[in-house]
């Protein structure tokens, strides 16, 4: 069992930069993590995942403006997110793929208004 605990989020300012962590309970060597988020009313969605090599995929509406990252050494996985929009504000959920078996965390709100 692996435990993924979210942080890093809050109320930003449009045009701000947050970076979201999510660390794990356990090593996430070898493993694909992700992103997603959801918005009220609306679907979750894939923001950004990474694979265990480093490739990483974004979403379009983030291209550009957010950046996944992992420290293996530190059992994290980030997000960078920059030029924040109003649209951008949802529930922001880490996600693993550890053994064959996805591990979700509780989420962090992000909030951009002004």
């Known amino acids: 069992q692996v435990q993924l605990v979210e942080s890093g989020g809050g109320l930003v300012q449009p045009g701000g930069s947050l970076r979201l962590s999510c660390a794990a309970s356990?090593?996430?060597?070898?493993?694909?993590m992700a992103w997603y988020r959801q918005a009220p009313g609306k679907q979750r969605e894939l923001v950004a995942d990474?694979?265990?090599?480093?490739?990483?995929n974004y979403a379009d509406s983030v291209k550009g403006r957010f950046t996944i990252s992992r420290s293996s050494a530190k059992n994290t996985v980030y997000l960078q997110m920059n030029s924040l929009k109003s649209e951008d504000t949802a529930d922001y959920l880490c996600?693993?793929?550890?053994?064959?078996?996805?591990?979700w965390g509780q989420g962090t709100q992000v909030t951009v208004s002004s």
């Open positions: 996600k693993g793929r550890i053994r064959a078996t996805d591990y």
């Open positions: 356990g090593s996430i060597f070898g493993y694909a």
């Open positions: 990474i694979t265990s090599g480093g490739r990483t």
